[in-house]
């Protein structure tokens, strides 16, 4: 585990402030994320049945927790450790109309991952999907897409400020996008990771 604490680190807040805070922070981001995207909140799995097909390994080598379900004659179901396909057998399910799209909030357990301050064992995140027109298949509209994600994550950075002034918004204004050739050209000795 490669956790690091800054020596002389002191939390801005308490822990009670701090589940507040994100209660707050995912409710305003919630709100904002499927008005900008026409995403309806549907519940996500905690767990899929074994060999469905529908719980992606991420990088092909994670291995999810399984367990047998008794009253099921012990058929095995495996904890999501992502919602790709799901989200897509979603949209199909719940008859999504074309512009329109979903949302959910997954928990997960990645008993793979490589331990640090960014990463966990347990996940806890947003996950979203939308039907696409064809015409909408380009990088100019997924450059859109990620620029209303970010105007969402300023937004609610300041309105978590209005209610905790020691809080600073720190992003910058704007997104910059680049290339990964560009970043393999500006740092040829690194690795990918």
């Known amino acids: ?45 905690l767990f899929v049945l074994k060999g469905t097909g529908l719980n992606d390994d991420l990088h092909g080598f994670e291995k999810p927790v399984v367990f047998p379900i008794k009253d099921m004659r012990n058929q095995e179901a495996e904890v999501v450790q992502s919602l790709a396909k799901w989200k897509r057998m979603m949209l199909r399910d719940y008859d999504i109309s074309l512009g329109y799209g979903i949302y959910t909030d997954m928990n997960a357990l990645r008993p793979d991952e490589e331990l640090d301050n960014l990463h966990s064992l347990y996940v806890d995140q947003w996950d979203w999907e939308r039907a696409l027109y064809s015409e909408e298949r380009t990088l100019e509209t997924l450059k859109d897409a990620v620029k209303k994600v970010w105007h969402n994550i300023k937004r609610t950075e300041f309105f978590i400020h209005t209610f905790y002034a020691n809080i600073d918004p720190v992003l910058p204004e704007e997104i910059t996008f680049i290339h990964s050739e560009q970043l393999y050209e500006m740092y040829p000795d690194l690795s990918p990771k």
């Open 1 to 45: 585990m490669r956790l690091i604490i800054p020596e002389g680190y002191k939390s801005l807040i308490t822990l009670k402030e701090t589940e507040k805070i994100l209660h707050m922070l995912k409710d305003h981001f919630e709100a904002g994320l499927s008005a900008d995207f026409r995403l309806r909140r549907v519940t996500a799995p």
